[in-house]
């Protein structure tokens, strides 16, 4: 490039040139001494919205029906919980004979009251049945979250919802189906509510109160285990479906994994798209699943650390078992917060929810693998 | 048991300055909060799709100078990554005036394409460019040069570098006394690196711009997770020691020198420390009051922060074809005003976004980032209204980019999520979540960043890298940095 002249002192040129840092030099001379101490509100949200964990106390043990109770929560230090999107869940972390559990729970009460979350679990793993049996008001217990993408978004989500809910699987629900009415964010909102007997229905009631208090909601109750007037009967099926005209309507699910598997099938056949599908996080435990017993070895920070794991359990649950704590807050293959490295071996694993990269690199979630062979995997932290 | 060096963050920059040093036989060590590596350079799931989030294109691939393919053979990387390479550079669409622009890649192209929208514009752009060559080409002798600058060495050699130095765009533009629509046109440039005609300074402007049209963009296959996983991955290999979810606490500092790191409860002993963190972020979090030197706490002050931004990611159901989108890369902007859109980019509505358009099996991506800075962000959000806000906000970026093109996706919609300044602060923990570091703007431009930067390190033993150095954000220059600042560590570690 020719030559320009912009300036044709070429002594001004030099002192120009200089000042961009004799100026910046300057300016800092000048400067104030004063230690910047305003706060940084997008930090400081990030941390109210996402805290590292949450210390809570059990307030108030409520049992909804036999064979489920409802534990309400407040913090230790009396703060209020983060806000969430209804349809989120949090992960409780509970000891149990020198064993660190945790687990995945909806929050089932309402995010207008930020002074408590509420959970409500049915007896059932290790975990539930220890909550139901044995927690008493003022326990204390950690929690992580909220988490979850189980939400109704307005923008992708169709303006008439569909929520077909089995047994437990109305927790995430409670919450949304408020939501959404109170605040008037759909027109239409159908609920099937699937349980096995009537005294199964949890918050029947408050439901019922809510069907009349806005016409828009409608609920069909569905038995699968007792006849009843004014009760429907059965599971839901293509007729039951068809009933609600599911055509680009966004249905909600959430219940127990069987539930899912015809759902899915059903929902195929009726050729809805993927789009209209919103699936609660569900446990997928593989058919066929043997009981050979391995050698699984652990890599974390330098240490290596060699347990026994088994065909039909999962790494984590070996890892449970022999009191090593985790890194899981979902348990279910989804969040990615187990993902490890498979150094070694063959497994049965679900991995649909990894990144394609940490798929080629052999990457794992052990909440989700179960194993064929002697393993070795290394955790994240 | 000490480290040769700790590197404070696994970002892009961090890594790069960590495996810089470890092939250089050094012993080191990262330090990252979260649990994947990568900070801004990232992806995540959604369904059946994921989000790249590094949301601006990689470039300096597949050009004559081969600036990206040098950067990847120092760090290994060759023909591990499939990289995309796109031809255009992008479509600006002027919403207030109707107004259409497509340019691509090539300085040839873009030249051509100026002369047909502004006729007669050929010789000026020949002009602007050859300056642009000047620039980098000077740019290039100071990096070799290894102590300070001779000034009168440089004006012999680059006359036309020394006077363009001091020099803010606008002021060039006028020397060249470019016509008005091409000043309008180049200065979309402006906007896009976050800044204005009239602060951004000419030569930061003439490299990338250069750099990146002859170069054009291009995107990694499998996002940029790829990227940084890779670099981790290789530094993993080599024996080198991520703790992640590990959170530093303090950086320890003794008689002005850098003595060690705690994190976690656990100290590791080093007399250097590379930070992938801000200076802000360290003089006011890290290193206890009364080891901060009074001079990093008065620059500290006058500095600006630079854009933080909002990113709609959607996913949808359809091809690019059903959809009837064509391009890839938008720019949609209210006018070709340069400063008046820089103004607008203090609103959280502002109507200027970019928007980068994904086809991957039968779906699409469709990914709307607009910048924005600090101060209107203050009192947006409560925690109790976030996550209405931010459906408001996926709403308003959908319908900008429907508007402006005309095209029609939110029935499509499969999946959506928004990143907000908050996002950015909760994975980087960079100040208000700003990703781009200090604004470039007078004294804080380029030049003066790269000559004040050894003599500006009070502490003995801590260097920074990353978007908040002395090469600011940009990714070619962010990465040389990152090398650089290693290559004085690895300097000062022999010493
Ligand atoms: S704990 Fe969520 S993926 Fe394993």
């Known amino acids: ?381 | 048991m000490k480290y040769d060096c700790i590197v404070i963050g696994a970002g892009t920059a961090g890594l790069i300055s960590a495996l810089t040093l470890q092939k250089k036989g050094k012993k080191v060590l990262i330090l990252e909060k979260g649990i994947n590596p990568g900070g801004a350079l990232s992806s995540f799931k959604r369904g059946a799709f994921e989000f790249d989030t590094n949301v601006f294109p990689m470039y300096g691939f597949g050009s004559e100078e081969k600036l990206g393919e040098k950067m990847f053979q120092q760090l290994d990387l060759q023909n591990k990554i499939k990289m995309n390479f796109e031809n255009e550079l992008f479509h600006i669409i002027v919403t207030e005036t109707n107004e259409e622009y497509t340019f691509s890649k090539g300085i040839e192209s873009f030249e051509q394409k100026m002369e047909e929208y502004v006729p007669g514009s050929m010789e000026v752009m020949e002009t602007f460019f050859g300056l642009c060559l000047d620039v980098k080409e000077a740019l290039e002798y100071i990096k070799t040069q290894k102590t300070t600058l001779d000034e009168r060495d440089l004006l012999q050699k680059y006359p036309n570098f020394v006077q363009l130095a001091p020099l803010k765009v606008k002021r060039v533009f006028e020397y060249l006394n470019m016509p008005k629509k091409v000043i309008e046109l180049l200065s979309v440039f402006c906007n896009y690196m976050g800044s204005s005609i009239k602060d951004l300074s000419f030569v930061y402007f003439a490299n990338f711009v250069y750099t990146f049209i002859s170069s054009g963009p291009c995107y990694p296959k499998n996002t940029s997770y790829e990227f940084v996983k890779l670099l981790e991955e290789s530094f993993k290999e080599k024996g080198g020691v991520i703790k992640y979810h590990t959170k530093v606490n303090e950086i320890l500092v003794d008689n002005g020198k850098v003595v060690g790191v705690q994190a976690n409860n656990e100290t590791f002993k080093t007399s250097h420390v590379i930070s992938n963190v801000s200076p802000k972020m360290v003089y006011e979090h890290f290193i206890s009051q009364e080891n901060v030197p009074i001079e990093c706490i008065k620059l500290e002050n006058e500095r600006i922060l630079g854009p933080s931004m909002f990113t709609v990611f959607v996913g949808l159901n359809k091809t690019k074809n059903e959809l009837g989108i064509e391009h890839t890369h938008y720019i949609i902007t209210n006018t070709l005003d340069s400063i008046k859109e820089f103004e607008k980019l203090h609103q959280v509505f502002s109507g200027h976004l970019i928007a980068h358009v994904i086809e991957e099996q039968n779906t699409t991506q469709v990914v709307l980032t607009g910048m924005i800075y600090k101060d209107a962000l203050k009192s947006f959000f409560t925690p109790d209204h976030y996550f209405e806000i931010k459906e408001q906000l996926e709403d308003y970026f959908v319908t900008v980019f429907e508007n402006a093109t005309g095209h029609f996706i939110r029935e499509s919609i499969e999946e959506i999520d928004l990143a907000t300044p908050v996002t950015y602060a909760r994975y980087t923990g960079h100040p208000y979540g700003i990703l781009f570091g200090y604004l470039a703007k007078g004294y804080d431009n380029l030049l003066p960043r790269m000559f004040c930067e050894d003599e500006e390190n009070k502490i003995e033993g801590l260097r920074f890298c990353g978007s908040y150095g002395s090469r600011l954000s940009l990714f070619l220059d962010l990465m040389e940095n990152a090398n650089e600042v290693a290559l004085k560590t690895f300097g000062e570690c022999e010493e």
């Open chain 1, 1 to 381: 490039m020719k030559d320009i002249i912009i300036e044709k002192n070429s002594k001004k040129v030099l002192d120009n040139f200089q000042d961009l840092f004799v100026a910046r030099n300057e300016i800092i001379k000048h400067a104030s001494k004063k230690i910047n101490t305003s706060e940084d509100e997008i930090n400081h949200l990030s941390q109210i919205l996402h805290p590292n964990k949450i210390e809570v106390v059990v307030k108030k043990i409520v049992e909804e029906n036999s064979l489920t109770k409802s534990f309400y929560f407040t913090t230790e230090d009396g703060s209020s919980f983060p806000p969430f999107i209804p349809g989120s869940y949090i992960t409780l972390e509970i000891h149990i004979d020198n064993r660190i559990y945790k687990r995945p729970y909806s929050i089932s009460s309402n995010p207008s009251h930020l002074n408590e979350y509420r959970i409500t679990v049915k007896k059932e793993g290790i975990v539930s049945k220890y909550l139901f049996n044995e927690c008493k008001e003022n326990d204390k217990f950690t929690l992580y979250g909220p988490f979850g993408h189980f939400h109704y978004n307005s923008l992708r989500d169709s303006n008439e919802v569909i929520f077909l809910a089995g047994g437990s699987g109305i927790t995430p629900m409670k919450p949304m189906i408020e939501d959404l009415l109170i605040h008037k964010r759909v027109s239409k909102i159908d609920l099937i509510y699937g349980t096995k007997t009537v005294n199964d229905i949890l918050w029947k009631k408050e439901f019922d109160e809510l069907t009349k208090k806005y016409k828009n909601f409608h609920i069909i109750y569905l038995l699968s285990e007792e006849k009843r007037d004014d009760y429907s009967y059965g599971i839901i099926d293509e007729s039951l479906l068809r009933k609600l005209e599911p055509m680009n309507k966004t249905i909600f699910i959430s219940g127990p994994t069987e539930m899912y598997k015809s759902l899915n099938e059903l929902l195929k056949k009726l050729n809805i798209p993927n789009k209209y599908i919103r699936h609660e996080i569900y446990t997928n435990i593989p058919e066929n699943l043997g009981t050979k017993e391995y050698k699984l070895v652990i890599r974390r920070n330098n240490e290596k650390i060699t347990i026994p794991c088994y065909e039909n359990k999962t790494l984590v649950q070996s890892m449970e078992e022999n009191h090593i704590d985790a890194p899981v807050h979902c348990t279910v293959g989804v969040c990615g917060f187990c993902k490890s490295k498979l150094i070694q071996g063959t497994v049965k694993t679900e991995n649909s929810c990894l990144r394609k990269k940490d798929q080629e690199l052999k990457y794992i979630h052990p909440c989700v693998t179960y194993p064929l062979s002697d393993i070795e995997i290394e955790l994240p932290f």
